[in-house]
């Protein structure tokens, strides 16, 4: 059967493919581990991440395709609406609910994104707008589970507003299409639909530094190991500087997204 090539994606943009009822896409040395934890979610209950089949002789994992629409930059405007991201939390409060059965101490997962302050529930670590599948604008599944790891439920919902509220300085806020809107506004809606209390939300805002340093900690280690692809590709996201311009913007609004949630 024919492959096609799925849009989307950073790290595999171009090697995820559809097959008939199957996406095949490069495993890595963590794909063991993330398969036990899709399995274990989707046995509790789950339905919003995909299904896994197994590794094929020629490295690539085997997963249900999960059917829908994904947003891939520049976003269109439904993808960015409000409705689009409460459903997202909604659905990763659905995921975090279902891990809770889920033991991850005795495997090993992929740290490059995961929770600096540790933690015992396995957090996706990386919902952002093209690691979601929508149907009629609404978040049914996330995908994309390769920076999957054990953390506190809080600073998965922190990655998550970094990524969808999005946390950006202006100037990278529109160069990735999105559209102005009022940002802790966002947030608040973030933390109203996961269920956040008043303490979750002083705990938010203390793990949105931490989501914020993580990742930019992950760019320079990947500019520190001077892959070509990668860097390419880091440079048409901004580069480097983009981090700098987020962690200025962040200083600078902080009172203001405090405000909101509190």
């Not at 439904?78 to 909604?90: F, G, K, P, V, Y």
């Not at 957090?123 to 390769?146: M, P, T």
Request: aromatic share 8%.
């Amino acid at each position: 059967m024919a492959e096609q090539q799925l849009d989307g994606g950073i790290a595999n943009a171009g090697r995820v493919v559809r097959v008939g009822p199957h996406v095949l896409r490069p495993s890595s040395p963590h794909s063991g581990s993330i398969h036990a934890f899709l399995r274990a979610v989707k046995d509790a209950g789950f339905e919003g991440a995909p299904i896994p089949v197994g590794i094929e002789e020629d490295g690539r994992e085997r997963l249900v395709f999960i059917e829908g629409d994904v947003p891939v930059a520049p976003y269109p405007d439904w993808s960015q609406s409000d409705t689009a991201l409460a459903s997202i939390a909604r659905l990763l409060h659905g995921l975090h609910e279902a891990a809770r059965g889920f033991d991850p101490q005795t495997l090993a997962w992929n740290d490059g994104l995961a929770d600096p302050a540790g933690g015992t529930l396995v957090c996706h670590n990386d919902v952002e707008l093209s690691n979601v599948v929508f149907r009629d604008g609404i978040a049914v599944a996330l995908l994309d589970f390769e920076f999957a790891a054990p953390g506190r439920p809080v600073y998965d919902v922190a990655q998550l507003a970094r990524l969808c509220v999005p946390i950006e300085d202006d100037f990278d806020q529109e160069r990735m299409g999105w559209l102005p809107a009022d940002r802790p506004a966002r947030l608040r809606l973030v933390a109203d639909t996961y269920g956040l209390d008043r303490g979750g939300r002083v705990e938010l805002l203390a793990a949105m530094n931490d989501a914020l340093a993580r990742i930019e900690a992950a760019a320079r280690r990947i500019i520190a190991a001077g892959g070509p692809d990668t860097l390419a590709m880091l440079n048409r996201r901004g580069g480097i500087e983009k981090f700098d311009r987020r962690r200025r913007w962040w200083t600078t609004h902080y009172d203001e997204f405090a405000a909101a949630l509190l």
